[in-house]
């Protein structure tokens, strides 16, 4: 088994920063096997976790969906069995709970969108933008 824990986030006026990190535990050695994913879900919404970003298992390759390039970087570091989502320019509709996960198939290169691609996830953790 393989547990994802998540910690970061929290409230932040819009323009802020905020980081997310995502730290493996469990059977940790096949982390560097497998790309992340982050996904986020706004509180109201009834739609499935909407896809950020993801990173391929090696970290050579990453994907973001078009509303946060260029604000939010994600990067890994397999020695540490962890995977950071840094969100800079940050925006009120960021406001969201975010989740990692990991890839359902190894060594993907980042281009799984789809919550169905993953099959263990993190907790999550709120992330709050103020106008």
């Known amino acids: 088994q393989v547990q994802l824990v998540q910690s970061g986030g929290g409230l932040v006026q819009a323009g802020g920063s905020l980081n997310l990190s995502c730290v493996a535990s469990?059977?940790?050695?096949?982390?560097?096997?497998?790309?992340v994913g982050w996904f986020r879900q706004a509180p109201t919404s009834r739609k499935e976790r909407e896809f950020v970003?993801?990173?391929?298992?090696?970290?050579?390759?990453?994907n973001y969906v078009d509303s946060v390039k260029g604000r939010f970087t994600v990067s890994r570091d397999n020695a540490k069995n962890t995977a950071v989502l840094q969100m800079n320019e940050l925006k009120p509709e960021d406001t969201a709970i975010y989740y990692c996960?990991?890839?359902?198939?190894?060594?993907?290169?980042?281009?799984?969108?789809?919550?169905?691609?993953?099959?263990?996830w993190g907790q999550g953790t709120q992330v709050s933008v103020s106008s």
């Open positions: 996960a990991r890839e359902y198939h190894p060594f993907g290169r980042a281009v799984v969108t789809v919550p169905d691609g993953y099959d263990y």
């Open positions: 469990g059977r940790t050695e096949s982390f560097s096997d497998y790309a």
């Open positions: 970003a993801s990173i391929s298992y090696n970290g050579r390759a990453t």
